[in-house]
Nanobody, 128 residues
Framework: QLQLVESGGGLVHPGGSLRLSCAASGFTMDYYAIGWFRQAPGKEREGVSCISSSGGSTNYVDSVNGRFTISRDHARNTVYLQMNSLKPEDTAIYYC?????????????????????WGQGTQVTVSS
């Protein structure tokens, strides 16, 4: 069974950091672009970041650019989202997603329909 499993969420104070991990089971991530989406209460699910299968192409939503960094470790079959300078508005459930159709993480990286697999999500809460 193909699965994406997120971990690393939690409660953090404003200005703090968290690192989310996305591990794949049942398949290798090598041929997939991997993304992160998030959904805050009462809001639409939005694309946060994307990394291409090679790792050479990345993209971020403007609100996290310069604070979040996406990376991947092929040997561990895992993708990471390092989140620094966290703000209360970053509070959301974060989902890991995988796509075989995305070759480069361009302007359309945040289109949900381009992704084939979704994880169950991990909660991130930024609060004092």
């Amino acid at each position: 069974q193909l699965q994406l499993v997120e971990s690393g969420g939690g409660l953090v104070h404003p200005g703090g950091s968290l690192r989310l991990s996305c591990a794949a089971s049942g398949f290798t991530m090598d041929y997939y672009a991997i993304g992160w989406f998030r959904q805050a209460p009462g809001k639409e699910r939005e694309g946060v970041s994307c990394i291409s299968s090679s790792g050479g192409s990345t993209n971020y939503v403007d609100s996290v650019n310069g604070r979040f960094t996406i990376s991947r470790d092929h040997a561990r079959n895992t993708v990471y989202l390092q989140m620094n300078s966290l703000k209360p508005e970053d509070t959301a459930i974060y989902y890991c997603v995988a796509s075989v159709r995305i070759l480069l993480c361009g302007e359309r990286f945040d289109e949900k329909l381009l992704y084939d697999y979704w994880g169950q999500g991990t909660q991130v809460t930024v609060s004092s």
